[in-house]
C-alpha cells in the first residue's frame, strides 16, 4: 500500500493556477459544467486551500479561493474545442492520485502540462478514414448495399477533411458543418448512380456532424440546472445542425 505524502503549503497563486489548469483541459476536452467545476474545486481542496468557488461560463472559468485571511481571484479564456475523452479520463486519474496523497504537487504540474501538450494519438488522416468507414458502416445499417457503402465511405471521408482543415484554421462550427456536409454529399450524390440505394447513402454520408458531446452536455447542464450553460451548449448545437441542412440543400441542388 502506497504511503500518504503529505503536501507542503502552496502559495495561493500557484494553488490556484494548477485548478484553473486542470479545469481548462476539462472543459476544452468535453467536460460538462458540473465536471468542470467540480475537478477546480477538488484540486484546489487537496493542494491547501480552505474554500472554492468556481464559474464557468461558455468562454471562460474563473475561481476564488480562500485560506485563512489570504484570498486570491483568477479567471482563464476557455473557448469550446471538442471532446477528448483520454485527457478527461488522465484528469479523473490524476485527481484521485492527488486525493490519496499518491501525487505531489510537481508531478502534478508535469502531469497535466503533459496532457495539455500531447497530440492526439493517431493522425487526422486516418481518423477522416475512420469516421468515413463509420458513415459506410452506418448506410450499411440503413439497408444500403456494398456500392452505397463504399461511396458513402468516400464521401464520409473527404468530408472529414474538410472539416479538419476548416477548424486547422480557425473557423466557426456553423461553417465547417456547412462545407463538410456540402462535400460530402455532394461526392455521394455524383456516384448515386452505382448504387441501388442511393437513399441510405445520401443519409449516411453527413452523419459525422451530428454534434453528439455538445447535446449530451446541454442536456445533462440543463438537468443539474445550469441553464445558461445548456442553452448555450444545445444552441450551438442547433447551429450545426443548421449548417448541416444548408450543406445538404446546396449540394442536392448540385445533384438533383
Do not use: W
Not at 471532446?83 to 508531478?107: C, H, K, M, P, Y
Not at 484554421?169 to 461526392?187: D, N, Q, R, Y
Not at 441510405?200 to 453527413?206: D, N, Q, R, T
Not at 447551429?239 to 441542412?245: E, F, K, N
Amino acid at each position: 500500500m502506497l504511503a500518504i505524502k503529505a503536501l507542503p503549503e502552496l502559495p495561493l497563486t500557484e494553488v490556484l493556477d494548477l485548478a484553473l489548469q486542470a479545469g481548462l483541459l476539462v472543459h476544452l476536452s468535453g467536460g460538462d459544467t458540473d465536471r468542470a467545476a467540480d475537478t477546480m474545486r477538488r484540486i484546489a481542496l487537496a493542494l491547501g486551500a480552505a474554500r472554492a468557488d468556481t464559474v464557468v461560463s461558455s468562454l471562460n472559468i474563473g475561481m476564488t479561493i480562500e485560506r485563512g485571511t489570504e484570498r486570491d481571484t483568477a479567471f482563464r479564456r476557455a473557448p469550446h474545442v471538442g471532446a477528448n475523452f483520454a485527457n478527461l479520463s488522465a484528469i479523473q486519474r490524476l485527481l484521485d492520485e492527488l486525493e490519496a496523497g499518491q501525487l505531489d504537487v510537481i508531478a502534478l504540474r508535469n502531469a497535466l502540462d503533459h496532457i495539455a501538450r500531447r497530440k492526439p494519438f493517431h493522425s487526422r488522416t486516418l481518423m477522416a478514414l475512420l469516421i468515413g468507414l463509420s458513415c459506410g458502416a452506418f448506410a450499411a445499417l440503413f439497408g444500403g448495399d456494398f456500392a452505397a457503402v463504399l461511396i458513402t465511405t468516400l464521401g464520409g471521408t473527404l468530408g472529414v477533411a474538410v472539416r479538419f482543415l476548416l477548424l486547422a484554421h480557425g473557423f466557426k462550427p456553423v461553417v465547417f458543418a456547412i462545407c463538410a456536409s456540402f462535400t460530402a454529399l455532394l461526392v455521394v450524390g455524383l456516384l448515386r448512380s452505382l448504387t441501388a440505394t442511393p437513399d441510405a447513402a445520401l443519409a449516411a454520408s453527413v452523419l459525422f456532424l451530428i454534434p453528439g458531446v455538445p447535446l449530451i452536455n446541454g442536456a445533462s447542464d440543463m438537468l443539474a440546472a445550469n441553464y445558461l450553460n445548456g442553452m448555450v451548449r444545445l444552441t450551438m448545437s442547433a447551429m450545426i445542425v443548421i449548417g448541416i441542412a444548408i450543406g445538404v440543400s446546396i449540394a442536392l441542388r448540385f445533384v438533383g
